[in-house]
């Protein structure tokens, strides 16, 4: 029928077996595997703790395109003041719990950036820069406000125990 030995399928289907996508039943076959609520939560949680190791490497990348950017100017003073920036940022992203999920904007935008210098643009690349750093801003900001708003008064307790 499929035109291949009963080998390679039968490897095939016992790979699907010991990674929990078939079941198998004597005798019968193997069947699509069921899933069932707690499957799908360990499956999400699994794809939380993966997905916020990508967001801490994208907050890197994202820090080094910027700074590479800064570099382009020629002042050491800019970079430096810029990676301070970034590194507290990225402190405090940790620090909230904050996970910015955008996908492929931050790319995409970064991409129009560099066509924009590329094409010597200064407007196009300044309106880019601007609602690039813009909406990053304001998705954290309202995360912030949400977060302070479920749990009030959480930022003068932490800023207690610094002082």
């Known amino acids: 029928?499929?035109?291949?030995?009963?080998t390679p399928v039968r490897e095939s289907m016992e790979?699907?077996?010991?990674?929990g996508y078939v079941s198998r039943i004597a005798n019968r076959g193997h069947?699509?595997?069921?899933?069932?609520?707690?499957?799908?939560?360990?499956?999400?949680?699994?794809r939380k703790t993966c997905e916020a190791k990508l967001t801490r490497e994208?907050?890197?990348?994202?820090?080094?395109?910027h700074l590479t950017l800064a570099g382009e100017t020629g002042n050491d003073y800019l970079v430096k003041m810029l990676a301070g920036v970034f590194d507290r940022l990225i402190l405090k992203r940790r620090i909230?719990?904050?996970q910015?999920?955008?996908g492929m904007d931050p790319?995409?935008?970064?991409?129009?950036?560099?066509?924009?210098l590329g094409?010597?643009?200064?407007?196009?690349?300044?309106?880019?820069?601007?609602?690039?750093?813009?909406?990053?801003c304001e998705r954290f900001a309202n995360y912030l406000e949400v977060e302070r708003g479920a749990n009030p008064g959480l930022s003068g307790l932490m800023v207690k125990r610094l002082a």
């Open 107 to 116: 790319y995409n935008e970064h991409v129009r950036l560099v066509s924009a």
């Open 119 to 136: 094409k010597k643009d200064e407007a196009a690349a300044r309106a880019v820069l601007n609602s690039h750093i813009g909406s990053s």
């Open 1 to 6: 029928m499929l035109g291949v030995s009963c």
């Open 100 to 102: 910015d999920l955008r």
């Open 15 to 19: 790979r699907l077996y010991q990674e």
């Open 96 to 98: 909230e719990g904050f």
């Open 58 to 65: 994208r907050l890197q990348l994202d820090r080094e395109f």
């Open 31 to 46: 069947y699509v595997a069921e899933i069932n609520s707690a499957d799908v939560r360990d499956l999400h949680e699994t």
